[in-house]
């Protein structure tokens, strides 16, 4: 083979070199399983040895490949080792070089193989070990650029930089050792080598990217976990905001009842305590966002019997059509209170005579039907829309189903044909 084809020859073998460490780093990111293990910081004895084996094993089929059909761009031995070191430790390094030096060695004949790679899974756990904020690896760029320029622009002040560059540095000198190692010993370890001076380069910066270009994939997958993370946050925080102003607010109105009603009917104010002091041991004792509906009907009992109190049995009476099979079933927790208590204050306290409010639960097309209706005054023309966010307590029913369903909730506002008005919620069968 001619100089020329033989160089181009190298370097098509560098290029799929890299696409095929980029694509082992891609499948692997799809297991949550090896995700938990490469972004675990302190990873234990147990998980580096797994760490180092799972990275071991996918080394050792590149190897064999490279053993048995000749196709060298599949070995991937020393920079998985190193790989395998920095992100794991010394063991997890071993581990790694080891597995892949095996079919080297025993179908290879290859006999400087293992010590040359557990040298690299070391040289990797060494590395780890010289790192000031061991997050500090997911900066670790195949960009030479960006590693001289954070060099030069860390050097002072910031240890990260110096690791960066040594790392960098590192990883050449292994590939610069194996080359003059198989050079000294012809056939005991395999090495890639091409005597002009940019094929040399490229070789040993293709080592680097492809420790780096990995790292890179892993880092963007771990960024999105954090991400997901942040959210998953920000909505817990925007539900616990949420019902922390659902609770204080039906507070206020049953503490002006019973102070209503202190004075004049002691008996009656001890009843709505009493009532009262259930519906808070319920409160401290649940932190959940979701709760059985047969825990939130009971909820929903304490409640109404303090307001049957407030407006006499005569002027407020509650049905409810409740279907078994729905008690088990899942609901966010305080969702029926506000609707009721604004069922109440808008729809019946206006009357005289009061009225009813009636509850139903129903499973209808695959969801979970909630619907308080009342007897109560309605909604006169043109004020549907105004309903819709109507007080504090309605407005936060609708933020919560909107947060925890996304658009697999219904909230429906009706005034029905005899008067009054329906509430309706629809919302996925989840159950305990």
Same mark, same amino acid.
């Given at each position: 083979?001619?100089?020329?084809?033989?160089?181009?020859?190298?370097?098509?073998?560098?290029?799929?070199?890299?696409?095929?460490?980029?694509?082992?780093?891609?499948? #692997?990111?799809?297991?949550?399983?090896? $995700?938990? #293990?490469? !972004?675990?910081?302190?990873?234990?004895?147990?998980?580096?040895?797994?760490?180092?084996?799972?990275?071991?094993?996918?080394?050792? *089929?590149?190897?064999?490949?490279?053993?048995?059909?000749? *196709?060298?761009?599949?070995?991937?031995?020393?920079?998985?080792?190193?790989?395998?070191?920095?992100?794991?430790?010394?063991?997890?390094?071993?581990?790694?070089?080891?597995?892949?030096?095996?079919?080297?060695?025993?179908?290879? &004949?290859?006999?400087?193989?293992?010590?040359?790679?557990?040298?690299?899974?070391?040289?990797?756990?060494?590395?780890?070990?010289?790192?000031?904020?061991?997050?500090?690896?997911?900066?670790?760029?195949?960009?030479?650029?960006?590693?001289?320029?954070?060099?030069?622009?860390?050097? !002072?002040?910031?240890?990260?930089?110096?690791?960066?560059? *040594? *790392?960098?540095?590192?990883?050449?000198?292994?590939?610069?050792?194996? =080359?003059?190692?198989?050079?000294?010993?012809?056939?005991?370890? @395999?090495?890639?080598?091409?005597?002009?001076?940019?094929?040399?380069?490229?070789?040993?910066?293709?080592?680097?990217?492809?420790?780096?270009?990995?790292?890179?994939?892993?880092?963007?997958?771990?960024?999105?976990?954090?991400?997901?993370?942040?959210?998953?946050?920000?909505?817990?925080?925007?539900?616990?905001?949420?019902?922390? &102003?659902?609770?204080?607010? @039906?507070? !206020?109105?049953?503490?002006?009842?019973?102070?209503?009603?202190?004075?004049?009917?002691?008996?009656?104010?001890?009843?709505? =305590?009493?009532?009262?002091?259930?519906?808070?041991?319920?409160?401290?004792?649940?932190?959940?966002?979701?709760?059985?509906?047969?825990?939130?009907?009971?909820?929903?009992?304490?409640?109404?019997?303090?307001?049957?109190?407030?407006?006499?049995?005569? $002027?407020?009476?509650?049905?409810?059509?409740?279907?078994?099979?729905?008690?088990?079933?899942?609901?966010?927790?305080?969702?029926?209170?506000?609707?009721?208590?604004?069922? =109440?204050?808008?729809?019946?306290?206006?009357?005289?005579? +009061?009225?009813?409010?009636?509850?139903?639960?129903?499973?209808?097309?695959?969801?979970?039907?909630?619907?308080?209706?009342?007897?109560?005054? +309605?909604?006169?023309?043109? &004020?549907?829309?105004?309903?819709?966010?109507?007080?504090?307590?309605?407005?936060?029913?609708?933020?919560?189903?909107?947060?925890?369903?996304?658009?697999?909730?219904?909230?429906?506002?009706?005034?029905?044909?005899?008067?009054?008005?329906?509430?309706?919620?629809?919302?996925?069968? !989840?159950?305990?």
């Amino acid at each position: 083979m001619d100089p020329s084809s033989a160089r181009e020859l190298v370097l098509l073998v560098l290029l799929v070199k890299i696409l095929a460490a980029a694509a082992i780093a891609s499948i #692997l990111a799809r297991f949550a399983s090896f $995700k938990q #293990l490469v !972004f675990t910081s302190e990873k234990t004895l147990r998980e580096r040895l797994i760490f180092g084996l799972v990275l071991g094993l996918a080394l050792l *089929f590149g190897v064999t490949l490279r053993v048995i059909f000749r *196709f060298s761009a599949s070995d991937l031995s020393l920079e998985g080792a190193a790989l395998a070191g920095v992100l794991g430790g010394y063991l997890s390094g071993m581990v790694a070089g080891g597995l892949a030096a095996l079919p080297a060695m025993l179908l290879g &004949q290859e006999l400087l193989a293992l010590p040359a790679m557990l040298l690299a899974g070391a040289a990797g756990g060494f590395a780890r070990g010289l790192i000031p904020n061991k997050d500090d690896v997911w900066h670790f760029s195949p960009f030479i650029d960006l590693n001289l320029s954070r060099w030069f622009r860390q050097r !002072f002040g910031h240890p990260r930089g110096d690791w960066q560059m *040594f *790392f960098f540095v590192l990883l050449i000198l292994l590939e610069a050792g194996r =080359i003059h190692l198989g050079r000294a010993f012809p056939g005991w370890v @395999f090495y890639l080598w091409n005597p002009y001076p940019l094929i040399v380069v490229a070789i040993c910066l293709t080592t680097v990217a492809s420790v780096a270009i990995p790292v890179t994939i892993w880092k963007n997958v771990r960024n999105e976990m954090l991400i997901e993370e942040q959210r998953r946050l920000l909505v817990q925080a925007r539900l616990d905001a949420l019902t922390a &102003q659902i609770n204080p607010h @039906f507070l !206020f109105n049953t503490l002006n009842s019973i102070s209503s009603l202190i004075r004049i009917d002691p008996e009656t104010a001890r009843q709505v =305590i009493f009532r009262l002091s259930n519906i808070l041991r319920r409160l401290l004792k649940k932190h959940e966002n979701f709760t059985a509906l047969s825990d939130e009907l009971a909820f929903i009992d304490d409640y109404l019997a303090i307001e049957v109190i407030r407006f006499g049995e005569d $002027k407020l009476k509650i049905i409810k059509e409740i279907e078994e099979q729905t008690l088990p079933l899942m609901v966010p927790s305080m969702l029926l209170q506000p609707i009721i208590e604004n069922a =109440i204050r808008h729809g019946l306290s206006p009357k005289v005579e +009061g009225g009813t409010i009636r509850l139903r639960s129903a499973r209808e097309n695959g969801r979970l039907l909630l619907e308080v209706r009342d007897d109560g005054v +309605g909604i006169g023309p043109g &004020q549907l829309e105004r309903a819709q966010g109507q007080g504090i307590g309605m407005r936060n029913v609708r933020e919560r189903l909107r947060v925890l369903y996304g658009s697999e909730y219904t909230f429906q506002i009706e005034t029905p044909a005899e008067g009054g008005t329906s509430i309706r919620i629809g919302v996925p069968l !989840f159950s305990n």
